[in-house]
């Protein structure tokens, strides 16, 4: 595990910045390659159709990621055997049969009472007052079941290897054992489909080039005579409010980033910072819900022109435009959404919409051009490549889904999990909502990324994951800043972090 840099800021909000005596010289922000990818693009307009079936998802997600997991159990089970009897591969689910050792792919299903229900969301209009959401699924009796699913059926699985490995509705794994007199198969062990292939650094810059130039003559630069790379700033959980009260914090950040509120030798080390990334929840949670009366009153005495302040506030998004605005002269800024600002819902929540951004949209990239602008408002989960290696995030929701499946709270291990999965939101569209794909499940992950960002977290956490192939993987869980006023530095030559914190005193 790489080392972690810790680095505090401690502001007294009564102490005055004066300039220093000494000339400082001309610094220049570190310049970075960046090549974002269209994987979580949904159709535009008419295109985009809620009208299908949301278990083909699960089909799809079936039949891309079963022939990689089978690989996997047949390389470790081909051989085999328990008391002279060797395993034997099915193919469905439903093929089975009682006492015989075998084995079988599918998809997991978690029967779990206490996940919500559609039929009780409906009825939530006759409750007086909603019950509050689940902080966990897992029933304190053990009613929990595991079940593994496929198109023939659906299968209980039982033993010691459930326990021992994080499970949740959606992922695809191989299970060995054999069924018992009740019809309950007794799991021996189970194979998931593991990390996929890792792309190497460069890759595809260096693919780009060759196509570009034609011929196979290209001027790629070599890795050695690339520059160094600088840093990556990744932050989330601004929670812009449009109260005075919460904008301190955003204002030492902006200070920081622009180099303003730091001496020379800091200074310098500002200028690496080649990006700044917003992972989800740049604006706070809106007011809740009205009910239909309160709706209708609403209606009674709506304004003729403008809008009703009481069911709007332009507020924090305006001045999430202003914060944005500020640094964009000096910094590109890439922004995903996340569960409270203003997008879709479901995942893949598509880019926050330009007319939100009146100020900093003017940095955007031009409608038909191939280049991403100075500021990139991308989608919801999100990859890329940055200076020349894979990175792909989210806003926590995918995280934070799997969390209530499982007992504990670490949250690298889920992200890991999810790695393993080769699936970016196993639980969509179970109990996490997204987009009804008919064919291809965007949240497949077919190739391995170097970083793995997930946005909104309680903690910080970081930690590297290997492969079988050689796969080696940055983990990070990015804290909410409006909380622990901790912002992520990523080093783009070693995929080491810095945690950069700030804090706020005010003496009496």
Known sequence: MAKVHWIVFVINIKQSFSESDEESPTLERLPSSYSPLSTFELPKGDQKQYQQQYSDIYFLRLAKLKPAVEELAAEAWGEFQIADEKVRHVDRVLDVRQGELCWVAGTVYMDMPLKPNILDDISKDHWIAAPPPREKYLSPTGYDLTMLEDESGRLRLIGTPLQLNMLVTGCIIAVMGTENANGEFEVVDLKVPDLPRQPQRWEMDEAKALLANGNGKSKIKSQQERKSGGKVAITSGLGIGGDEGDSLKLDLLMEFLLGEACGSKTQQEVAKISRLMIAGNSISEGNP???????????KASKKYGYDASAYNPLPIAHLDEFLATLLPSIPITILPGESDPANVSLPQQPIHPAMFPRARNYSAMPDSDEPGWFDSVTNPWEGDIDGWRVMGNGGQPIDDVFKYVEGDERLDMMENLLRWRCGAPTAPDTLWCYPFQVKDQFVIEECPHVFFVGNQPAFETTVIGGTAGQSVRLIA???????????????????????KFEVFNDP
């Not at 992520?488 to 950069?500: C, Q, S």
């Open 289 to 299: 819900l009205r009910s239909d009366d309160q709706l209708a009153d609403t209606k």
């Open 478 to 500: 990015v804290p909410k800043f409006k909380e622990t006023g901790q912002v992520v530095l990523l080093d783009t030559d070693t995929l080491e972090v810095e945690l950069v």
